[in-house]
């Protein structure tokens, strides 16, 4: 056999024709065969992988580690150990399939990774990140250096230069992709550490990619200096002719297309196949294919292009082809090779330096610019974030012959176990200083009629919209007491760029927006800030929350916080269909509705809308409106109440109380529960009722006294044994009636409600809440559900109410960082 043909351990035979199977009734084996393997391998990475991110989500590990380790799962290290595993699933033939899929992969994948990155930021990021970015690379570096003549393994006519390149870079860079992940889920993006974090970060991908190209123009050419200087010079020409001429290209084809329109698929193939032009040229050139398809994206100027692409190629690229990338990664590292004590030791020491490395750098930097040695150490942990670009560094050193198998498998250890540790040590160190601020108008029946009426109105949808702003509206804002709305427009953090991007376009008016949600969201701030315009004594102030929707009630409570908002407004999770039923919008809204009722820090109303005036906006001195208020006893009606009382001083409102008073019966009925149990926790509820009926009575005798003259407000007394009374009553209520106000009635135990949560829907609505809002209740009357913020008491137990005698409440507002549910009212979502 001739020697030239011999690759190094073995001859792999590719058959042209054997592509697809004639089928299994032939006689064929489908995995002899190219497209049924790869497709069977393409199922069992993305597979794999799904159940890494499904085990790992928990942890608040990033996707690239469920990635990486499935990949690792599926190679030599754990089932390919398997002989028949390996031979079957991932014979030698099959590589180059794969390969060369990934690399397609991996290819456009970059591309995405350069449109997404705003090479402005680098131009407006003060010196302090760029400080930090360089900081943070020159220690790794230096420690990469130490380790490339510890771990001495390179090839002959390898220069030691080469390799401590390879190392150094692989140790040092760190990764802007899923930096911005994590810093979404600590919830610090919107931070200023965030901003330093994610400007330095990409600084450092920046020189991590020009060191890279660096390192493969070294590693392909040893014999000769000159054919190094040859690719380094036509990678510059490459890029002057990208900056010079395909820019001014691509910003002609968007000044092409009419502003809102979309692209055309023509522009759009153009674009996809330049990706693979570049590459092709930079591959041609001696750098590598990624360069090529980086830069081309880098130079896609920042807009609705960027977008439009993204949001078309990324789910298929990063869901299904990027997996296998990371899966070849896996299927290259044989932890096997790391063996004996002496190796595994170095591959502590590589972890442990490498990172110190980057933390020290980092910190000296901050504490330069004094900043808190907390934050900068946090800040040298977010860092270390690997992932991609140390993957491609590592694969490129492989198939350079740079590193071993040995070297390989320790790097990408060290990479997964870097990453992974970051989360976890970030969420025990840095817990930024929530400022509890004790404000005392944390309800509307202490707000001071004569102060700014403060809420936080959440909207998920530009449907919400018409109702809430009536609602505003109605809620009488006055020169005396003007109302401030901020409005939070909710907008779920998927793993998707393209929802990133809201966050750090602080955008000019009048710019197209970037893509639906961004669209949506205008849309809310513009109906507000009209609304803003167009009403007295109302100041409005959009914001965006961009969190996953398990999290998101802590954006909601953190806000109203530091707002000192006194009422937040939520929209429930159904919406009102054509024929007058409710159906669910979104499942996820229930729980985050549910999540802020446990730990609002003010109080709360949920909004059932179905549509306040034929949900058109009238001017201020237009509003006519019916309101009712429901009133059982307890804070929750008694904030309820409150509420009616501030909407009945606008001119335009008609305010009808209706108050249910139990009747001899019922009152048999709860003396003789409490009779029967000697349950001291009955006992004490009844106490807390004996307490909560008094405030009821003082609190609806002075409402009665303060408007006895007024004819726009009606006070009805109805008298109710049980349940089945209570819905007649309710029912009997004329139809002209515009909004139910009522107190969700949370740990309120009475007769006048029995039996009406057995059948109960919605729990969070409270029994009366829950029957308003249901399918069956004839009137299609919008419905506000209120739940009044109550401290805790002295030991924690029992309802501390904020109007009670003496006020004790406002000292404990300083050390009580979260309500949790106190424990009458207490519900577990």
């Keep these: 056999m001739a020697e030239a043909n011999q690759s190094e351990d073995s001859i792999v035979c590719y058959a042209p024709t054997m592509i697809t199977t004639n089928g299994i009734w032939q006689g064929d084996n489908p995995l002899d065969y190219s497209l049924p393997l790869f497709i069977l391998q393409l199922t069992l990475v993305v597979v794999v992988t799904r159940i890494m991110v499904y085990i790992l989500k928990p942890f608040h590990q990033p996707r690239v580690i469920s990635e990486i380790v499935g990949g690792i799962l599926l190679g030599p290290s754990v089932l390919g150990r398997s002989k028949v595993f390996a031979d079957t699933i991932f014979p030698l033939r099959s590589v180059m399939v794969l390969e060369t899929m990934a690399n397609v992969g991996l290819l456009y994948f970059l591309f995405l990774v350069g449109v997404e990155m705003d090479i402005s930021v680098i131009k407006r990021t003060g010196r302090k990140s760029l400080a930090i970015a360089v900081a943070g690379m020159i220690l790794p570096f230096i420690f990469g250096v130490g380790f490339s003549f510890l771990l001495d393994t390179k090839k002959e006519g390898m220069s030691q230069g080469t390799y401590i390149l390879f190392l150094g870079v692989a140790l040092s860079v760190t990764a802007f992709p899923v930096l911005a992940r994590i810093l979404a889920e600590l919830k610090l993006i919107n931070t200023e550490l965030g901003r330093i974090a994610m400007s330095s970060a990409l600084i450092n991908d920046m020189c991590a990619w020009i060191l890279l190209a660096l390192a493969i123009a070294l590693a392909e050419n040893q014999s000769t200096s000159l054919a190094s200087l040859w690719v380094v010079l036509s990678s510059i020409a490459f890029i002057l002719v990208c900056i010079y001429v395909v820019r001014p290209a691509i910003a002609w084809m968007i000044r092409r297309t009419p502003e809102g329109e979309t692209y055309s698929e023509f522009y759009i193939c153009l674009i996809l196949t330049g990706v693979m032009i570049s590459g092709f040229i930079t591959d041609a050139i001696g750098t590598h294919s990624v360069f090529g398809a980086f830069l081309f994206g880098l130079i896609i100027p920042n807009g609705p292009l960027g977008v439009t692409l993204i949001e078309k190629l990324e789910d298929f690229v990063s869901g299904l082809l990027l997996p296998l990338y990371f899966a070849i990664s896996g299927l290259r590292t044989d932890v096997g090779k790391i063996a004996g004590a002496r190796s595994w030791g170095f591959l502590g020491l590589i972890i442990l330096l490498s990172g110190v490395g980057k933390i020290v750098g980092t910190l000296i930097v901050s504490i330069f610019y004094q900043m808190p040695v907390r934050e900068g150490i946090t800040l040298g942990l977010l860092m270390n974030t690997k992932g991609l670009v140390e993957m491609i560094i590592l694969n490129v050193g492989k198939d350079q012959k740079v590193l071993d198998d040995k070297s390989f498998a ?87 760029a393209s929802a990133m991007l809201i966050v750090h376009n602080t955008r000019k008016s009048g710019r197209p927006a970037l893509n639906r949600t961004q669209a949506q969201s205008d849309h809310i701030i513009n109906a507000f800030e009209n609304y803003e315009q167009h009403a007295g004594f109302v100041t409005v102030q959009p914001l965006t929350a961009i969190s996953p929707y ?83 006893g307890g804070p929750d009606d008694r904030e309820a109440l409150a509420y009616g009382w501030r909407m009945c001083e606008h001119p335009g409102i008609n305010l009808t109380v209706m108050r249910f008073v139990p009747g001899e019966e019922a009152i ?124 805790l008491g002295p030991q924690g137990e029992g309802v501390g109410t904020p109007d009670s005698p003496g006020d004790s409440n406002d000292l404990r507002f300083g050390n009580m960082n979260r309500r949790p549910s106190p424990q009458p009212r207490g519900y577990s979502p």
């Excluded at 729980?591 to 003010?602: E, F, G």
């Excluded at 926790?681 to 303060?706: A, C, G, K, P, W």
């Design 410 to 496: 320790a790097m990408v250890i060290v990479a997964v176990v870097v990453t992974a540790i970051i989360t976890p040590a970030i969420t025990i160190i840095y817990r930024p200083a929530r400022r509890f601020i004790p404000y005392k108008r944390r309800t509307i029946q202490r707000s001071k009629p004569d102060a700014e009426f403060r809420v936080l109105v959440c909207v998920h949808t530009p449907r919400n919209v018409p109702t809430i702003i009536n609602l505003l509206e109605a809620s009488n804002p006055t020169k005396k007491s003007p109302i401030c709305v901020y409005v939070l427009h909710l907008v779920e953090l998927t793993g998707r």
């Design 550 to 632: 398990s999290t998101m009630h802590e954006d909601i409570c953190n806000l109203a916080e530091d707002k000192r908002a006194a009422f937040i407004i939520i929209p429930f999770h159904k919406q009102q269909t054509v024929d007058g039923g409710m159906e669910a919008t979104n499942p996820a809204f229930r729980m985050i509705n549910q999540n802020v009722l446990a730990n609002s820090p003010c109080s709360v109303g949920i909004l059932v809308d179905r549509g306040l005036n034929g949900s058109t906006r009238l001017a201020a001195n237009q509003v006519a409106h019916h309101v009712a208020v429901l009133f059982f």
């Design 668 to 791: 048999d009925t709860a003396a003789g529960s409490t009779n029967e149990s000697g349950d001291s926790r009955i006992l004490s509820v009844v106490t807390d009722t004996d307490r909560d009926r008094q405030l009821d009575e003082e609190y609806v005798n002075e409402f009665r006294m303060r408007n006895a003259n007024d004819e726009s407000v009606v006070y009805i007394e109805k008298l109710v044994n049980n349940g089945e009374e209570t819905v007649a009553a309710i029912r009997s209520i004329d139809s002209s009636h515009d909004l139910f106000i009522v107190g969700r009635g949370q740990g309120m135990i009475s007769p006048l409600t029995a039996g009406l949560t057995d059948w109960s829907e919605c729990p969070e609505l409270g029994a009366i809440g829950d029957l308003l809002a249901s399918s069956d209740f004839a009137a299609t009357v919008s419905v506000l559900v209120v739940q009044q913020y109550v401290g």
